[in-house]
C-alpha cells in the first residue's frame, strides 16, 4: 500500500542555514526518500512566496502531508500551519525538522551539518507519515486576573486592566503594597522622591472598585489552564477588622512590644501590631503573631482596648478564597543579595558597611533617622565609598549585571553631597548609564564638588588600624595602582538575585527559570512577558533586574497580554494532549499522581482512567509511565516517536 | 480413509525451552482425547517417535498446525523452526520462550564465550582440566559427526521464521490451549499475528484493592506475607501487572505471589522491562536522587526482574531477522572451521 503523498520544504533561512548545509544535495535527498512527491528549496520559506509554494503544491500535487526543513517550531510552526490549513490541508499534518538551532548554528562542519540536516529530514519524513489530522478546540474564558504580587509592575498591570474594564485580584504577601519601590528615597534620574509618584498609583489601585486587593495574602495553589485557572488563595488572619479599622495608628502607638523593623531593612523598630510604613495601602495594621504577648502568653490586650473603633479580633482566622481567572500576571519581584556571604565586604561586621537599600531608608524622609544619613554613632560620616556590583558581575555570585547598580550609585553619590560634607568615592567596573537622561544625571553628577569616580572593583574593606575607621582596597585600573581609601561608611550596592521561593513559585504557576535563577519569558527578545504556561505571564524584576521605567513598561505590557486574553472570551485549546484508549486500560492508576496538572481522574464504573483534555498541557508524563502504553500523546505517540527515531539512526 | 483426509495434521515441537510447555498440553486432562480425535500428529518429540525426516518428507503446507514452544538457541532449532514453517499451514508460538525468548533469552546478557567460560570452567561444579568446549564437528573412525551450533544470542521464534499466531505464558494456561485449538479446528481464526489472550493488563483483572501507588521500600517475596486484599505492588513487592497481557486467569495473585510477567507486553506497550522499570521508579516515593536511591537499590536484579520473560523482545538489541540468522550462521561456521 502506497504511503501518503509527502511534499518536503527545505529553507535557506536566508544564510542562516545554507552557509553550513548544502541545500541542493538535502533537497535531492528528501526527493529521494520513499512517499515523497515533490521536495524543494527557496531561500525563506516563511515569506509569502514560500508559503504559496506550499499552498500550491498541496493542491498541483494533492500532497497529504508537509515537512517543512527549517528553523525551530517554536519559531514558525504557527506560519506554516497556517499555510497549510490556507492550501487545504489539516494543519497537524505537518512537520517541521530543526535545521538551523539544531543543526546549522551549531556546527561549523559543513559536511557534518549536511548529513545531520539529512538525518532529521528524514527523520521529519518518517513521522509525517504517521500524523493524524486533529481539530483545534475552543473553551470560554473567565474575564478576571488574577495579579500576584503588589510592587510596581503589578500594580501597573492592575491599573491598566481595571482602567479597560476588567476585574483584577491583586495580591501581594505582605501587610501593604508598594514593594520594593516604597522603601527608595529619590529616584533617579529626576530625582523624584519615590512614595511621591509612588502613592497615587497604591491609592489609586485601592480605590478602583475593578482591583480586589489582597494584602497579607499569598496564593495555595494552582490549577486549570488558560481561560480557566483555578486559584486557591490564603489572606492571613491580620487580627484586624479592616472594615472597621479606620487606621488611626493608635494601637501601634501603645503597643508595648518592639522588634526590629523589616520595611526599614532592620534599621529602625516597629510594634507588634503595626503598618509597615506611614503610606501603607491598605492603611490598616497587621499582628505580628509571633512577637505579639497576647499569642504567647494570652495577657495584654492593650491595642484591644485603645482602638477606638474596636476592630481587633485576636480570634480571626485566615480566609481561604476560591477564584477563578483567567490570566494571570506573576510579578513578585527580586530579593537584594546578601552581602554577609562574603567576608571582603565585612557586611554584619562593621556597623558602618551598609547596602544600598538601608542608604535608601536612611536617606527617606520617613526613615529611621528621618533622611539624614548617620553613621551608627548618630554622627556625620566624613568620607563615603559606593561600591558597584556587589554579588553581580561576579563569577563568584552572579554573572548578570544588575542593570541598576550604576545609576544608584550616581544618584546616592549626589545625595550624600546634598545632605553631608562627606567626600564621595565611587568604585565602578564600568559606567553604564544606558536609559534615558541617564548619561545627562550622571555628568551632572560628575560635575559635583569633592564625588571621586574611581575605575576598580571595591575589592576588600577593613578596619583602619589607625583610625577605627574603614578603609577600601581597590585596583584603580586607570591610575594602575592600588589603594587604600580611608572612609568611615561604605555603601554596597548589592545584586538584584530572585527571590529565595522563585523554585516553589515557578512550580506553583507551571513556568521556567532561566540559569540565572530568574523567571523565564517564552522568547528573551519578543516575548518577554510570556511564558511556557500559556495564560500564565511575568513582570518587572521576577523575570530579570530591571530598573523602575522598565518594571512599569513590563506591567504595562503583561496587562496587555492579559487583556488579549479575557478580552476575546475564548482561547483555542490545542488538541496534542494526553489520550486514553479505554480498551487498552487496566486500571492500575499509574498515572493519576504523576499528572502535574491534575488532569487525570479514574472512572470507577468502567475502571478506567479518564484524561481531562482541557486541563491537560500535553507534557507526555502520562504517556511515557503508561505501564501498559493505553495512554498516548496525540501527535507525539509512540510509533511517531520512534520512526523519528529509526530516520535519526538509519544510514 | 475419507473420515482421516478430514483429520488435522498437527506438529508439537520443543526448541530451548524447559518442557513445561508440553506438560501443559497434556494438562488439557481428557480433552487430550478429543485433540486426538480431532487431529493427526505429525511430530511430537516429547511423546512420539516421528524422526525429522518424516517431516521433511511431507509436502510443503501438509501439515495445519504447529505449536512450536521454546526459544532458538542453537543451528537445529533454527533448522527445525525453519522446516516446520516451510510444512505447515499455521506456525504458532507456543509459550513464552517462542514469544519472547523467555528465561533462556536472559542469557543474551552474556555472549557465547563467557556462557561456556562460565558453564565449562568456573561453575563450582564443574571439572573440566582439558578446558573441553562444545564443538560443532567431531572426527571419529566412522565419519565426521555434526553438532548444533551455539549461537551467540537466543532469538524468539518470529526473530527467525514467519508466525501466524502467539499463545504466550510460562506455560500457557489450558483453557486458552483449549480456546486455540477450538478456533482451529472451527476455522474461526483471529487475524494472523494475534495473541491468544486478553489486549489489557493484567491489573485489569486483578481484584485486589488500588490506592496510590507510592512505595518507600520495595520487598522481594520471601520477606514478607503480603496482604491479599491488596495491590502488590502498593505494597512494595514488584508486580509485572500493570505491564503484562491480561489472560493466565490470574493464577499467581490468586496465590498471593506477583505476576512474573510471563504474558508478555501489552499490545501497546513498546518495551516490557523498561515499561515496569519506569513504573516502579514512578512509584518511589522521594524528593531527591539520595532519598529515591537506597528505595529503587531495593530492587534486586533489575534486568533479571523486568525482562524476566523478554529480554529477546527487546530493542535493547537488534531485531533484524536477516541480520540475526546470517550473521549466526556465519559465526558458527567460522567457530567451526
Redesign the interface.
Known amino acids: 500500500m502506497p504511503g501518503p503523498k509527502i511534499g518536503v520544504y527545505v529553507c535557506h533561512c536566508g544564510s542562516n542555514i545554507a552557509d553550513k548545509v548544502d541545500m541542493d544535495a538535502l533537497r535531492d535527498f528528501a526527493g529521494e526518500l520513499p512517499d515523497v512527491v515533490v521536495s524543494r528549496d527557496y531561500k525563506y520559506m516563511c515569506s509569502d512566496p514560500g508559503q504559496d509554494l506550499i499552498k500550491a503544491d498541496i493542491k498541483e500535487y494533492g500532497l497529504e502531508r508537509v515537512v517543512v526543513a527549517s528553523c525551530s517550531p517554536r519559531m514558525h510552526e504557527p506560519t506554516f500551519k497556517r499555510a497549510c490549513e490556507v492550501g487545504g490541508l489539516n494543519p497537524y499534518l505537518m512537520e517541521m525538522a530543526n535545521i538551523r538551532e539544531q543543526c546549522s548554528w551549531v556546527t561549523v562542519d559543513r559536511g557534518g551539518a549536511t548529513r545531520k540536516a539529512k538525518a532529521l529530514v528524514r527523520s521529519a519524513v518518517n513521522k509525517a507519515r504517521l500524523l493524524e489530522p486533529l481539530e483545534d478546540k475552543s473553551v470560554p474564558v473567565d474575564p478576571k486576573t488574577l495579579i500576584v504580587g503588589g510592587g510596581i509592575a503589578g500594580i501597573e498591570a492592575a491599573l491598566k486592566i481595571a482602567e479597560a474594564g476588567y476585574k483584577v485580584y491583586l495580591v501581594e504577601r505582605e501587610p501593604s503594597i508598594g514593594g520594593q519601590m516604597a522603601k527608595l528615597d529619590k529616584t533617579f534620574p529626576t530625582l523624584d522622591c519615590a512614595a511621591c509618584i509612588l502613592t497615587p498609583k497604591m491609592v489609586s489601585a485601592a480605590q478602583n472598585p475593578n482591583i480586589t486587593l489582597l494584602t497579607y495574602a499569598e496564593v495555595e495553589d494552582v490549577s486549570g489552564y488558560v481561560g480557566n485557572f483555578e486559584v486557591t488563595i490564603r489572606k492571613r488572619a491580620r487580627g484586624v477588622d479592616e472594615k472597621l479599622c479606620n487606621g488611626c495608628g493608635t494601637c501601634q502607638e501603645k503597643c508595648p512590644i518592639k522588634v526590629p523593623n523589616e520595611f526599614e531593612e532592620g534599621m529602625g523598630l516597629r510594634k507588634a501590631i503595626y503598618t509597615p510604613f506611614p503610606q501603607a495601602v491598605p492603611n490598616k495594621p497587621v499582628i505580628d503573631r509571633e512577637n505579639c504577648t497576647y499569642y504567647k502568653t494570652g495577657k495584654c490586650r492593650v491595642c484591644e482596648r485603645v482602638c477606638p473603633p474596636q476592630a481587633v479580633r485576636f480570634d480571626q482566622e485566615d480566609e481561604i478564597i476560591k477564584e477563578r481567572f483567567g490570566a494571570i500576571i506573576v510579578s513578585t519581584g527580586y530579593q537584594p543579595f546578601d552581602p554577609s556571604v562574603g567576608k571582603q565586604w565585612g557586611f554584619g561586621r562593621y556597623d558602618n558597611v551598609i547596602t544600598g537599600l538601608q542608604f535608601e531608608r536612611l536617606s527617606n524622609a520617613s526613615g529611621p533617622t528621618g533622611g539624614k544619613v548617620l553613621l551608627k554613632d548618630g554622627t556625620e560620616p566624613k568620607a563615603v565609598a559606593i561600591l558597584h556590583c556587589v554579588g553581580s558581575r561576579d563569577k563568584n555570585y552572579n554573572e548578570y549585571c544588575s542593570r541598576i547598580c550604576c545609576m544608584t550609585s550616581v544618584k546616592f553619590a549626589h545625595l550624600v553631597r546634598e545632605k553631608t560634607g562627606a567626600k564621595v568615592y565611587d568604585l565602578y567596573m564600568d559606567m553604564r548609564t544606558f536609559g534615558k537622561q541617564y548619561e545627562e544625571f550622571y555628568n551632572r553628577v560628575v560635575a559635583e564638588r569633592d564625588i571621586y569616580f574611581i575605575r576598580g572593583k571595591g575589592a576588600e574593606i577593613m578596619e583602619d588600624p589607625v583610625s577605627g575607621g574603614l578603609l577600601v582596597r581597590v585596583e584603580d585600573t586607570l591610575l594602575g595602582v592600588f589603594r587604600e581609601i580611608p572612609v568611615d561608611m561604605v555603601v554596597l550596592n548589592v545584586a538584584m538575585c530572585p527571590r529565595p521561593d522563585a523554585q516553589e513559585v515557578a512550580q506553583k504557576f507551571g513556568i521556567q527559570r532561566s540559569a540565572d535563577g530568574f523567571f523565564l519569558e517564552y522568547h528573551l527578545k519578543l516575548e518577554p512577558m510570556k511564558t511556557a504556561n500559556e495564560g500564565v505571564f511575568i513582570a518587572g524584576t521576577c523575570q530579570a533586574p530591571k530598573d523602575i521605567p522598565d518594571t512599569v513598561g513590563q506591567g504595562a505590557g503583561a496587562a496587555a497580554e492579559a487583556l488579549k486574553v479575557v478580552l476575546l472570551g475564548k482561547v483555542t485549546v490545542t488538541p496534542t494532549t494526553a489520550e486514553i ?1 479505554e ?8 498515572c ?3 499528572c502535574p496538572y491534575t488532569a487525570i481522574s479514574f472512572n470507577e464504573a468502567k ?1 478506567v482512567a479518564v484524561v481531562n483534555e482541557a486541563l491537560c498541557k500535553g507534557c507526555g508524563t502520562c504517556a ?7 495512554l ?1 500523546v496525540r501527535h507525539f505517540d ?1 510509533r511517531q516517536l ?1 520512526s523519528q527515531i529509526e530516520g535519526v539512526c538509519a544510514e | 480413509m475419507p473420515e482421516s483426509k478430514k483429520k488435522l495434521k498437527l506438529a508439537l515441537y520443543w526448541a530451548a525451552s524447559c518442557g513445561g510447555c508440553e506438560v501443559a498440553v497434556l494438562d488439557l486432562d481428557e480433552k487430550i482425547l478429543t485433540v486426538a480425535e480431532l487431529a493427526d500428529i505429525v511430530l511430537w518429540p516429547v511423546a512420539l517417535d516421528f524422526k525429522y525426516k518424516d517431516v521433511e518428507a511431507l509436502a510443503d503446507g501438509s501439515v495445519d498446525v504447529c505449536l512450536f514452544n521454546g526459544a532458538i538457541r542453537n543451528s537445529e532449532q533454527l533448522e527445525i523452526a525453519e522446516l516446520l514453517r516451510r510444512k505447515s499451514k499455521v506456525m504458532v508460538a507456543f509459550g513464552a520462550c517462542a514469544c519472547y525468548g523467555g528465561i533462556p533469552a536472559l542469557a543474551n546478557q552474556f555472549d557465547r564465550e563467557s556462557i561456556f567460560a562460565r558453564v565449562y570452567g568456573t561453575t563450582p561444579s564443574t571439572v573440566n582440566p582439558g578446558r573441553v568446549l562444545p564443538q560443532t564437528k567431531l572426527p571419529t573412525p566412522q565419519g565426521e559427526l555434526h553438532l548444533p551450533t551455539f549461537y551467540n544470542a537466543v532469538y524468539k521464534l518470529d526473530d527467525v521464521v514467519d508466525v501466524d499466531y502467539y499463545i504466550p505464558g510460562c506455560p500457557p494456561p489450558p483453557d486458552l490451549i483449549w480456546t486455540a485449538v477450538e478456533a482451529i479446528v472451527s476455522g474461526k481464526l483471529p487475524p494472523k499475528g494475534a495473541t491468544i489472550a486478553g489486549e489489557r493488563a493484567l491489573c485489569h483483572s486483578c481484584l485486589r484493592k488500588k490506592e496510590e501507588k507510592k512505595v518507600t521500600a520495595f520487598r522481594r517475596v520471601h520477606e514478607v506475607i503480603p496482604d491479599p486484599e491488596k495491590c502488590l505492588l502498593e505494597q512494595g513487592i514488584i508486580c509485572s501487572g500493570p505491564v503484562t497481557r491480561d489472560g493466565c486467569g490470574t493464577r499467581c495473585l490468586n496465590a498471593n505471589m506477583p505476576c512474573r510477567g510471563c504474558f508478555g507486553p501489552t499490545p501497546e506497550a513498546l518495551e516490557h522491562g523498561a515499561s515496569m522499570l519506569s513504573a516502579a521508579a514512578t512509584m518511589a516515593e522521594g524528593k531527591d536522587e539520595a532519598t529515591l536511591a537506597p528505595i529503587l537499590d531495593g530492587i534486586v536484579d533489575p534486568l533479571g526482574t523486568f525482562y524476566r520473560f523478554t529480554l529477546a523482545d527487546s530493542l535493547l538489541r537488534i531485531r533484524n531477522k536477516a541480520l540475526v540468522a546470517g550473521a549466526e550462521e556465519k559465526e558458527g561456521e567460522e567457530a567451526a572451521s
Open positions: 484508549r480498551t487498552l486500560c487496566s486500571g492500575c492508576r499509574m493519576i499522581p504523576l475502571g511515557a509511565s503508561c505501564p501498559s502504553g493505553a498516548r509512540n520512534l
